[in-house]
């Protein structure tokens, strides 16, 4: 035996968990935490055994396909590289730049190669359609942030080990280990903040497993957070309760955002949350009171129609109480990469700077909304997108209307994927790229560690050797933009290959490390191999003064244009009551599953089945049905069936069903995934209803009718 022992990084959620991988000739023989990692000091969750799984999984492609009358083929690279780019050429060629749109998913963002030359190459190819997971995701926060801070990626992060009250609105930080908050063992630090005299209280329509732990649940009717925020900052002006010393002077809008919250008292907000005024006083006081605080939310009021609202408002109730950029409570990171000069570069500032072209819906980031791809697929006219490049995102199942998505890619005239699988999203390429398994990589977490509760770096190199004629992400992404560039004349094949090599021997690290040099810590990537565990450059410091970018160099506490949509979501009319058959639905996520891409390993799918719709006991027998009942949930885009797990833990009219399943669809290769194929919430999810401000998908806002099926 020839046993290694390799420092790692867990790729498989934002902790970014340390880990030591031990090998025996490139086979897994263990995955361990690593004691020796300054922020995850040894931790690990279950589901890390996924790095293992999918290293080892037999259906990962480790050759590419190419489709040929109809069916998917083994091919050599060449062979599969030249198809991809003649196929994007060709439609580039008659139809324009906008012809083909390109798709990043989530895993995108743990992946060194993809985040530096990857980007590059992508946003190269100057399409408008460009999407990605994020409007699925965060662009309310960055949209938020870009009004409030000065640029999209100055998301406030909660100082968690210092805090003496965090107040989480709409996070399950305990199953999804944490989410732009980079902040391994999260039971470990939610038990210290009590343990220290603190509060953790969680606002959220299902009572979670981090509400379980915390101090206090408030149930809230979906989709009302920016009532309740309102209503909240109302206490926090009226009572006195506001302080502004701490950030005199730095800020503007004060006066604006207090007459906006002075309209909205407990007692007006309390219809529409469904909490009593005394809770939402009883709340406010109680934040504004300790002795630190932090507001800290997430998914839950990212997927809202007014998404960008609620989060602005939470920042905001972070600001007026003091607790923005001060220890405790909500601050920035100065990680050792700055994130903020990057996407200046990538061209990441701004937001409507050209609209979609069917549903004329405002770019963010350079992004256009995932909720509307499938209408610039099936929309005839100049720029409607032909072709579509996917890398690292299944969006089939992880985009809202899915099922029209689905449709959508069967008829596009060529699809690309670059993915390790042959899942519900590739099935439909024409190519399909797979890069190396996770473990066969280097990896510098250049977005996370921009989000971290403590300011650390660390590079690990790739722990097992590359298996021969495998391609990493960027090498495939670089490869095929220089084969779409460069024609295949004797004098384009030169000008390609010099260009690859120069894309080579730079590399990501090379990148990396030019990044790094001229980051704020002034690091490199060779000093960062001599603590291979990882470096701790201490704790968050109050940096506001130092990074803010708005032009005037103040916070902006009340954007003109949010001011503007909270004043018309106050006077819209209120909901009619709720008929009994009908419910609000909302997602959930759970510890071992990583949206749709981890059921395929069976040390994570095994125990009951997860993929249940979750209903309150005086529901369930408002309309006679019990756990264990098949059930026909529909909306206005479709409907499925699905099973029912009744539970006190929901909020009475909310239903929840998990995102990621709908396994089992013809022509893919996922033989454990299609044993648990479950269903996907977002074949009835509404590609219609999106955040106002920033086309975010608001999946927490689906009106859906519940009957028994026979
Ligand atoms: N209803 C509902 N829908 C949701 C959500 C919800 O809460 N409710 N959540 C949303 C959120 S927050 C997100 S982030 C999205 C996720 O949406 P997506 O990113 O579109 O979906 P994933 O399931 O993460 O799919 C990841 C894909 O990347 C591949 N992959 C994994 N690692 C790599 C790699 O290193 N390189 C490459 N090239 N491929 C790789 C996997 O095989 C898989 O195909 O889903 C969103 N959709
Ligand atoms: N185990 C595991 N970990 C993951 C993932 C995974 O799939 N599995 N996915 C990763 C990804 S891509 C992301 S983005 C993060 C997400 O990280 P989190 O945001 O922490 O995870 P969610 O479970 O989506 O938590 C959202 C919470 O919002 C609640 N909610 C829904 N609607 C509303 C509402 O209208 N108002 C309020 N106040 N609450 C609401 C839901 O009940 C849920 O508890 O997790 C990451 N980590
Ligand atoms: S919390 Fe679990 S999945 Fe996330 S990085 Fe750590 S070990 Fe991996
Ligand atoms: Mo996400």
Redesign the pocket.
């Known amino acids: 035996m020839s046993t290694e022992r390799r420092l790692a990084t867990c790729l498989?959620?934002?902790a970014g968990c340390g880990i030591v991988v031990e090998t025996d000739a490139g086979k897994v023989l263990s995955v361990r935490g690593d004691p020796d990692d300054p922020m995850s000091k040894g931790f690990i969750?279950p589901?890390v055994i996924g790095m293992k799984e999918l290293h080892e999984d037999p259906d990962r492609l480790r050759k590419p396909l190419i489709r040929e009358d109809g069916r998917l083929r083994e091919a050599e690279w060449e062979e599969a590289l030249d198809a991809a780019a003649t196929g994007i050429r060709r439609i580039r060629e008659a139809y324009g730049n906008d012809a083909l749109a390109v798709y990043q998913g989530?895993p995108a963002a743990h992946n060194l190669g993809l985040l530096t030359i990857g980007q590059a190459v992508l946003r190269s190819f100057a399409t408008k359609n460009l999407y990605s997971?994020s409007s699925a995701?965060?662009v309310p926060q960055m949209r938020a942030a870009e009004e409030m801070f000065g640029n999209p990626v100055l998301m406030p992060v909660p100082d968690l080990d210092r805090t003496q009250h965090l107040l989480i609105?709409?996070?399950?930080?305990l199953?999804?280990?944490?989410?732009?908050m980079t902040a391994p063992n999260m039971k470990a630090r939610l038990a210290a903040i009590r343990a220290r005299g603190g509060k953790v209280v969680v606002?959220?329509?299902?009572r979670?497993e981090?509400?379980e732990v915390a101090d206090e649940h408030v149930s809230?009717?979906?989709?009302?957070?920016p009532w309740?925020l309102l209503s909240m900052l109302h206490v926090v002006f009226s009572e006195g309760l506001a302080r502004r010393p701490k950030m005199g002077g730095k800020e503007q809008g004060w006066e604006a955002l207090e007459r906006l919250a002075l309209d909205v008292p407990p007692e007006r907000a309390a219809e529409r949350t469904g909490i009593d005024a005394a809770t939402i006083a009883r709340l406010a006081r109680a934040f504004a009171a300790a002795p630190s605080a932090a507001a800290y939310?997430?998914?839950?009021?990212?997927?809202?129609p007014h998404g960008t609202l609620?989060v602005w408002l939470l920042y905001s109730l972070n600001a007026v109480t003091g607790n923005l950029d001060s220890p405790g409570g909500s601050m920035f990171t100065t990680p050792a990469v700055d994130v903020r000069k990057l996407v200046k570069v990538l061209g990441y500032i701004g937001h409507d700077r050209w609209r979609s072209r069917v549903r004329d819906l405002p770019e963010v980031a350079g992004e256009a909304p995932i909720a509307t791809l499938a209408d610039e697929i099936e929309t005839p006219g100049k720029g409607q997108v032909r072709a579509l490049l996917t890398c690292a995102g299944n969006p089939v199942l992880s985009a809202p209307n899915g099922r029209r998505l689905d449709a959508a890619l069967g008829r596009l005239a060529f699809m690309v994927s670059v993915d390790g699988y042959l899942n519900e999203t590739t099935r439909h390429a024409d190519v399909i790229l797979p890069p190396v398994s996770p473990l066969e990589r280097s990896h510098y977490d250049i977005a996370l560690n921009a989000y971290a509760v403590r300011n650390t770096a660390k590079f690990v190199d790739a722990p097992i050797a590359r298996s021969e004629g495998t391609l990493h992400d960027w090498e495939i992404l670089l490869e095929l933009g220089l084969r779409i560039r460069l024609d295949g004349s004797a004098a384009g094949r030169i000008a390609r290959r010099t260009a690859a090599a120069a894309g080579r021997a730079v590399g990501p690290e090379g990148m990396l490390d030019v990044l790094l040099r001229t980051g704020p810590h002034r690091l490199s990537v060779r000093a960062l191999r001599k603590t291979p565990n990882g470096l701790d450059l201490g704790p968050l410091e109050p940096s506001l003064d130092r990074i803010l970018e708005t032009p005037n160099k103040r916070v902006r506490l009340a954007p003109e244009p949010f001011v503007a949509e909270a004043r018309q979501m106050l006077s819209a009319r209120p909901p009619t009551p709720r008929e009994h058959h009908r419910f609000t639905l909302?997602?959930?996520?759970?510890?071992?599953?990583?949206?749709s891409w981890?059921h395929n390993s069976r040390a994570l799918v095994k125990g009951p089945e997860r993929c249940t719709l979750l209903m309150h006991p005086a529901d369930a027998s408002a309309l006679s049905l019990k756990s264990g009942a098949r059930i026909e949930v529909k909306s206005r885009v479709g409907s499925l069936v699905a099973l029912l797990e009744v539970t006190d833990e929901m909020r009475s009219g909310v239903v929840?069903l998990?995102?990621?399943f709908g396994h089992g669809r013809p022509d893919t290769k996922l033989r454990v995934a299609s044993e648990h194929a479950g269903v996907s919430v977002n074949d009835i999810t509404d590609d219609q209803l999106i955040d106002n401000a920033s086309g975010n998908a608001a999946?927490?806002?689906v009106s859906v009718e519940i009957r028994a099926v026979d």
């Open positions: 498989l959620c934002e969750c589901k989530n997971a995701d965060q609105v709409g996070a399950n930080p199953v999804s280990n944490g989410s732009i606002v959220d329509p299902r979670t981090t509400a809230i009717q979906p989709a009302s957070d309740l939310g997430r998914i839950g009021i990212c997927h809202q609620a909302i997602g959930r996520r759970h510890l071992r599953s990583n949206n981890m929840s998990p995102h990621g999946f927490s806002s």
